[in-house]
């Protein structure tokens, strides 16, 4: 394995990191909606190339190169003003139902951005981060979770459930509209198999004509990292389910810690995606984080992940997990107004 040095975004505080994922999910959000009407647009041969997608770049200057702006402004953002108005209104399902002649008019008509989320400490950072913002297109939103404990969703080991209640259910629907939420079919729990081949499924319906159908590409895959080193329900010493090519979804049984039961995306599932956030906090991290920063070669999950999604893989942590991690800090330049410039 090569060294890979994913991005290290530092901080001094908890709220500080919510607050710098919350603005990065929103960036991402904004690209991924932009990225809809790029393609709409290429499509009735109108080039949109002057748009610099290539958003991991700090330097707003190079997003959107001066002399392009106003054309991007004028273009692209009624396109997309339309589409937020609509959005605000209508649910997914009656923008869904607007018949168009081709995929393309319909990534112009219901533009959505998928997104993967852990549970754990995750479901916290997203609940302090986002549900104070007014630039959240929840009705834009599709969800899907990168593993699932199997538990009733009323558990507090409930992945879905913990959302829920932290997340979900507190979203003014109203004025920012409803997302899809795609979770596990509960009535299968007692069976880690058939729910993660149904799972996968889910998965299938949701992403076939979007992108590829061999591996769906999430706009953004976020992960958190137990102190044992695993991540979605991937454990280190389970080897056959890191090592998983062709199933997106597999069933773990005998999970080391937590419940023993759980279904999880596979590797090269969460390396597919467009942009990957590892968000992690707290000294009882600070062990596992040096042995991924600085013992890549033990191949622990993150590591796989910073090695095989390479350049796509930012790190959100807090000081106390870092410390005594040798490791190059970067500091976080908030960018979702990058993508305001554009209109969205
Ligand atoms: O079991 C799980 O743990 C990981 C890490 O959780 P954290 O609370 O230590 O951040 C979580 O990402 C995963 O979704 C969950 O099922």
Same mark, same amino acid.
């Given at each position: 394995?090569?060294?890979?040095?994913?991005?290290?975004?530092?901080?001094?505080?908890?709220?500080?990191?919510?607050? $710098?994922?919350?603005? !990065? &999910?929103?960036?991402?959000? @904004?690209?991924?909606?932009?990225?809809?009407?790029?393609?709409?647009?290429?499509?009735?041969?109108?080039?949109?190339?002057?748009?610099?997608?290539?958003?991991?770049?700090?330097? %707003?200057?190079?997003?959107?190169?001066?002399?392009?702006?106003?054309?991007?402004? %004028?273009?692209?953002?009624?396109?997309?003003?339309?589409? *937020?108005?609509?959005?605000? &209104?209508?649910?997914?399902? %009656?923008?869904?139902? &607007?018949?168009?002649?081709?995929?393309?008019?319909?990534?112009?008509?219901?533009?959505?951005?998928?997104?993967?989320?852990?549970?754990?400490?995750?479901?916290?950072?997203?609940?302090?981060?986002?549900?104070?913002?007014?630039?959240?297109?929840? #009705?834009?939103?599709?969800? !899907?979770?990168?593993?699932?404990?199997? =538990?009733?969703?009323?558990?507090?080991?409930? *992945?879905?459930?913990?959302?829920?209640?932290?997340?979900?259910?507190?979203?003014?629907?109203?004025?920012?509209?409803?997302? @899809?939420?795609?979770?596990?079919?509960?009535?299968?729990?007692?069976?880690?198999?058939?729910? $993660?081949?149904?799972?996968?499924?889910?998965?299938?319906? #949701?992403?076939? #004509?979007?992108?590829?159908?061999?591996?769906?590409?999430?706009?953004?895959?976020?992960?958190?990292?137990?102190?044992?080193?695993?991540? $979605? %329900?991937?454990?280190? @010493?389970?080897?056959?389910?890191?090592?998983?090519?062709? +199933?997106?979804? =597999?069933?773990?049984?005998?999970?080391?810690? #937590?419940?023993?039961?759980?279904?999880?995306?596979?590797?090269?599932?969460?390396?597919?995606?467009?942009?990957?956030?590892?968000? =992690?906090?707290?000294?009882?991290? +600070?062990?596992?984080?040096?042995?991924?920063?600085?013992?890549?070669?033990?191949?622990?999950?993150?590591?796989?992940?910073?090695?095989?999604? $390479?350049?796509?893989?930012?790190?959100?942590?807090?000081?106390?997990?870092?410390?005594?991690?040798?490791?190059?800090?970067?500091?976080?330049?908030?960018?979702? @107004?990058?993508?305001?410039?554009?209109?969205?």
């Amino acid at each position: 394995m090569t060294t890979t040095v994913p991005k290290i975004y530092a901080f001094h505080e908890f709220s500080q990191v919510a607050d $710098a994922v919350a603005d !990065y &999910v929103v960036y991402a959000q @904004n690209h991924a909606l932009l990225k809809n009407v790029k393609n709409d647009r290429k499509h009735s041969n109108i080039s949109l190339h002057s748009v610099n997608n290539d958003d991991d770049s700090n330097n %707003s200057s190079s997003t959107v190169p001066a002399g392009n702006l106003n054309f991007a402004k %004028s273009e692209s953002s009624q396109l997309l003003n339309k589409e *937020n108005n609509n959005s605000a &209104v209508k649910s997914t399902k %009656s923008l869904s139902s &607007v018949s168009g002649s081709s995929k393309f008019s319909k990534a112009k008509k219901d533009p959505r951005f998928k997104i993967a989320l852990s549970g754990g400490s995750l479901i916290q950072v997203l609940h302090e981060g986002l549900l104070k913002r007014d630039d959240v297109q929840w #009705g834009k939103w599709d969800i !899907y979770f990168a593993d699932e404990r199997l =538990v009733p969703f009323e558990s507090e080991h409930s *992945n879905y459930g913990l959302a829920k209640r932290k997340i979900f259910d507190m979203i003014e629907t109203e004025k920012f509209g409803k997302p @899809n939420i795609y979770h596990i079919d509960e009535s299968l729990i007692d069976d880690p198999q058939e729910c $993660a081949d149904d799972y996968e499924k889910i998965l299938i319906k #949701g992403f076939a #004509g979007r992108d590829s159908v061999k591996l769906p590409m999430f706009d953004l895959f976020l992960l958190g990292c137990a102190p044992d080193g695993h991540i $979605a %329900s991937l454990f280190p @010493n389970f080897q056959e389910n890191l090592r998983e090519k062709l +199933a997106w979804v =597999v069933p773990v049984t005998g999970a080391p810690s #937590g419940p023993t039961e759980r279904i999880s995306l596979t590797i090269p599932v969460i390396c597919h995606s467009h942009r990957l956030a590892f968000v =992690v906090e707290g000294a009882t991290k +600070a062990p596992v984080l040096k042995t991924i920063m600085e013992r890549p070669e033990k191949g622990l999950p993150s590591s796989i992940v910073n090695e095989g999604a $390479a350049g796509r893989v930012s790190w959100f942590v807090d000081d106390d997990a870092l410390s005594d991690v040798f490791v190059t800090k970067k500091t976080y330049k908030y960018r979702s @107004n990058q993508s305001n410039e554009l209109g969205l």
